[in-house]
């Protein structure tokens, strides 16, 4: 898909962080856009600022738990513009979670499985069958991360749980668009190559009523924004590098103009990690923690 102009683009999470960023860049390429989320706060602003720049724009509540509510999105785009030709499933959040394991919160699980795993399994199941009905070129879109698909960090096991199981539902969604000979493109979206300066470590601003924690404000790990994490990572002599969310909107662009599968923008230290992962299956080698960052 290389002519975005009067296409409409579905992006879930698409209020803030990389989703906005989507939204701004495919809306300045003539897309018609739909914007789903469920942070009041972020999509008023959007609206606002979409608006500013007369990209035409609908900006819907969308809960990614609610396979009901990606329906009442689908169809409010088709009502609105006609149909779908692009989907991101980017709607992701971080519980914050620390320590072992074996004391995580159930809520911290549910939550996280709920927004970023069965997210993306209702997204499918709402949009791809539209897609897939209308004939026509199309792209789906799935964010994932480095943390899960790749390589593993230690400090966020839920996190990264629910990133690798969401790699491997869109590897497999894209094996099965392609064995159908179906029109739909899949891509692995991979925001980076450094850590992304969006909302993630203050997910806590949209965590349901009923999962909350009594007594806990925030995250358990006391970062709640890039900000916090890079003191926390100058305590220990490290330079956090961090990537704009703009910078990961035009590379996943550029992907699809390619009908890539991989978005996914590396640095040397990043592929050397994938490397050494890889080396160390291959070798049966005991796996060693990697570093944050």
Not at 26 to 47: F, P
Not at 120 to 136: E, T, W, Y
Not at 153 to 180: F, M, R, S
Request: with cysteine.
């Amino acid at each position: 898909m290389q002519d975005f102009n009067n296409k409409v683009a579905i992006i879930t999470g698409g209020a803030s962080g990389v989703g906005r960023s989507l939204a701004f860049a495919l809306g300045r390429k003539g897309a018609k856009i739909v914007v789903g989320d469920v942070d009041k706060k972020a999509m008023a602003q959007i609206e606002k600022d979409l608006g500013a720049e007369n990209i035409d724009a609908l900006i819907e509540h969308c809960d990614v738990t609610s396979i009901d509510s990606l329906n009442a999105v689908a169809d409010k785009a088709a009502d609105a513009f006609g149909g779908i030709d692009l989907v991101f499933a980017n709607a992701g959040i971080g519980a914050g979670e620390t320590g072992a394991m074996w004391d995580y919160s159930e809520k911290d699980w549910q939550w996280t499985m709920n927004v970023n795993v069965w997210g993306v399994i209702n997204s499918i199941r709402a949009f791809m069958p539209r897609l897939v009905a209308s004939g026509k070129e199309s792209h789906f879109v799935v964010t994932g991360s480095g943390n899960g698909a790749y390589t593993i960090l230690p400090d966020v096991p839920i996190y990264t749980a629910t990133k690798a199981a969401v790699h491997a539902i869109t590897e497999n969604l894209h094996y099965q668009v392609q064995a159908g000979n179906l029109a739909v493109k899949v891509s692995a979206l991979f925001p980076g190559p450094h850590v992304v300066d969006t909302g993630l470590f203050n997910s806590g601003r949209v965590r349901p009523e009923d999962l909350k924690k009594e007594g806990v404000d925030g995250n358990e790990s006391g970062i709640n924004s890039v900000e916090d994490m890079k003191k926390m990572c100058e305590e220990f002599g490290i330079q956090l590098e961090t990537t704009h969310p703009d910078e990961v909107a035009n590379m996943a662009i550029k992907g699809i103009e390619k009908n890539a599968f991989w978005l996914l923008e590396t640095t040397p230290e990043t592929d050397t990690k994938i490397r050494a992962r890889a080396d160390m299956i291959l070798n049966r080698e005991t796996p060693v923690p990697a570093m944050v960052g």
